[in-house]
């Protein structure tokens, strides 16, 4: 193991910083965001950013000795981007911006590029105020981007600075974030409501998404859904991996229960329209203060289908599971009622991955050219404020790219470093308006390196899916707009045989799949006709005359 020292750093900053000592110095300014870094809460991390580009840290550790910081590429060690520091016993203090080389090498940069703006101690914990740029243009720093960054972190028992001896964490945290629970604005009166299965036996089965239907409260006048936070039975958190909760049309005749959500009963399927959904890593999230779900009018639903999805990868016995979402609803009512769109590639029945792909992009199409018929009437303007991407286990990157008449007018939203662990509701910078007629490409990328075999598009842990989850206002009623490619088109590409969509699917096990084969099948997945299928809910009254629960409609573009 590498001890590193400080002799030249230590001296250097003790000057260079001695002034933070004296009293009278400015309050640091207000983070706005936090978050425990360990499981055991030593390790406690403040951040904010500033239209200069320029990120404010604080970290806060329980500990006297060093303590360290930093970010790494993928999650391991080599190429992490570090910096230690911490107050010698005499109260002189030392930090330095690192990195690591390999697995026992940790070296001091050439460019130091982060900036110590304070750091304390009393007799417990170790307090480091520093800033940065969110790009230094150092070789030996990474980038800190819209892209989910690898957090590491460590600290020692006293100042010798032994980074590879030390207690060590790693986090995947989303950093660029726009909007705090501070810049949100709490009504007066407002009421929670659980959505949740109650003490489920989940079975010993590695996948299984369990669906009931449940009333939303019952109110005399319109109220809005303001916020909703995931309530997980404490035992079972690595068992629960995302909720998602589904609007019911009104005309909707609903089944009583608990079953599969795509088993053998059709009816457990009802619902598609996502109301609020949670998925592993996620936290509570509280709409923007011009908007909310609205309930209570004849135009809402009524009944909800509440989806949760279990991985009991161990096949463990016994397990019982109570979770859900809590719901914060009230009379208060804000400009807008909240509405969100699922798009990205439609799960089955054609969606594939090759084998033994360091990377494969699939691509999944909305074109909301149809919108205004399906919708029953003209459909305003989708103001687009915040969004939740999905893969499962093999996917590496998610993007949303938007296109009007042909030409692409920007990235919706992205994460090239997406870890299905952290999955959770962002905020956009700023909203973003989608227009009837806009098309919507959404492009995965998956890395399937370690499996032998085609991974399928499915609800299991194990298949794939590409998803985006739009949240905007002000709410219509479509659900959803997927596609998904001509797998005819890329069967033939493939020189494989097929006439119908199961032949081509079934094709794609006869393939040879190596580099070229993978690198073939995505361009032409890429070149082939899009299926757009897009689905809408309708609530209308039951006292109108047409009323319907769902409707669908497939187009090829």
């Not at 797998?487 to 032949?503: C, F, G, N, P, R």
């Amino acid at each position: 193991m590498m001890v590193f020292h400080f002799s030249r750093i230590k001296g250097m900053l003790f000057l260079l910083f001695l002034p933070c000592f004296c009293s009278g110095q400015p309050v640091p300014p207000l983070l706005r965001f936090s978050i425990f870094l360990d499981p055991l809460n030593m390790v406690y991390l403040r951040w904010d950013h500033d239209e200069q580009e320029l990120m404010l840290f604080e970290l806060q550790v329980h500990t006297t000795g060093w303590v360290a910081f930093g970010f790494s590429p993928h999650g391991e060690l080599p190429g992490s981007d570090i910096v230690i520091g911490g107050v010698f016993p005499n109260g002189s203090i030392y930090f330095s911006d690192c990195h690591v080389v390999d697995e026992a090498t940790l070296e001091e940069d050439e460019s130091q590029d982060y900036q110590l703006l304070s750091v304390t101690e009393n007799e417990t914990s170790t307090t480091m105020l520093f800033k940065r740029h969110l790009r230094t243009c150092d070789p030996n720093d990474l980038d800190i981007t819209m892209d989910t960054a690898r957090l590491v972190t460590a600290f020692g028992t006293d100042d010798t600075a032994q980074f590879f001896k030390g207690q060590r964490f790693s986090k995947s945290l989303f950093l660029m974030r726009y909007r705090a629970p501070s810049d949100s604005t709490n009504p007066k009166i407002f009421f929670t409501y659980d959505l949740r299965l109650y003490n489920f036996a989940v079975p010993v089965q590695e996948t299984k998404y369990a669906c009931t239907f449940i009333p939303l409260p019952i109110v005399k006048k319109k109220h809005h859904i303001y916020k909703f936070e995931h309530i997980i039975t404490p035992h079972n958190i690595t068992l629960v991996h995302h909720i998602l909760v589904y609007a019911c049309g009104n005309a909707s005749v609903l089944p009583s229960g608990i079953d599969d959500c795509y088993g053998a009963n059709p009816d457990f399927a009802l619902c598609s329209q996502v109301l609020v959904g949670w998925a592993v890593g996620g936290e509570s999230y509280q709409f923007p203060d011009e908007a909310a779900v609205s309930i209570g009018t004849p135009w809402d639903p009524q009944y909800i289908r509440l989806e949760i999805h279990y991985s009991n990868f161990d096949l463990l016995p016994g397990l019982i599971d109570s979770s859900g979402v809590r719901i914060y609803y009230t009379p208060e009512l804000r400009k807008y009622d909240v509405g969100v769109l699922q798009t990205g590639i439609f799960t089955f029945p054609v969606h594939f991955i090759p084998p033994g792909a360091e990377s494969y992009r699939s691509y999944g199409l909305c074109n909301s050219s149809q919108f205004d018929e399906m919708n029953g009437m003209l459909v305003p303007d989708l103001h687009v404020f915040a969004y939740l991407l999905h893969t499962h286990l093999s996917g590496r990157g998610v993007k949303a790219a938007q296109y009007r008449n042909g030409e692409q007018l920007g990235i919706i939203c992205e994460d090239n470093k997406y870890d299905f662990r952290l999955q959770e509701i962002r905020d956009m910078k700023e909203i973003l308006i989608i227009k009837p007629g806009d098309e919507i490409l959404v492009e995965c990328n998956f890395q399937t390196l370690d499996r032998s075999g085609i991974t399928f598009g499915g609800p299991s842990t194990m298949n794939e899916m590409c998803l985006t989850f739009l949240f905007y206002y002000p709410r219509n009623n479509i659900s959803s707009c997927m596609g998904y490619a001509d797998i005819l088109y890329v069967a033939h590409v493939l020189k494989q045989e097929a006439s119908d969509t199961v032949e081509g699917m079934v094709a794609m096990d006869f393939v040879d799949w190596d580099n070229e084969t993978v690198k073939i099948a995505e361009k032409a997945a890429k070149e082939a006709d899009q299926v757009v299928m897009i689905k809408t809910i309708n609530v209308s009254p039951p006292s109108q005359q047409f009323v319907a629960g769902e409707m669908e409609s497939a187009l090829t573009f």
